[in-house]
Nanobody
Framework: QVQLVESGGGLVQAGGSLRLSCAAS????????MAWFRQGPGKEREFVAT????????AYADSVKTRFTISRDNAKNTVYLQMNTVKPEDTAVYYC??????????????????WGQGTQVTVSS
């Protein structure tokens, strides 16, 4: 089994930056696709970014494209989400997810088997 633990959330002013981390433990594999999802107040969970462990290919939601960057460190079994030029609408609980997900399903939550507990990000205006 795989366990995921997010960290790095907190309060940040609009226009600022924040870096989230997701540490994976257990029976991890380089074939796992990793992703970040978020759920804002009164909203449904939405896709943010994803990265394939094998080839490092990435995909982003249009709302965060050019502002957020997802990356990984296989040696540390950790994936990161660098959040730049944050906006109040980025306020949400951010969740890390992992699984063997085909390319066509990378943006969809249904393909991910493992989930973290989430970390709160609050952006002040």
């Amino acid at each position: 089994q795989v366990q995921l633990v997010e960290s790095g959330g907190g309060l940040v002013q609009a226009g600022g930056s924040l870096r989230l981390s997701c540490a994976a433990s257990g029976r991890t594999t380089s074939t796992y696709t990793m992703a970040w999802f978020r759920q804002g107040p009164g909203k449904e969970r939405e896709f943010v970014a994803t990265i394939n462990w094998s080839d490092s290919s990435t995909a982003y939601a249009d709302s965060v494209k050019t502002r957020f960057t997802i990356s990984r460190d296989n040696a540390k079994n950790t994936v990161y989400l660098q959040m730049n030029t944050v906006k109040p609408e980025d306020t949400a609980v951010y969740y890390c997810a992992a699984g063997r997900v085909p390319g066509w399903q990378m943006r969809l939550s249904g393909g991910y088997v493992y989930w973290g507990q989430g970390t709160q990000v609050t952006v002040s205006s």
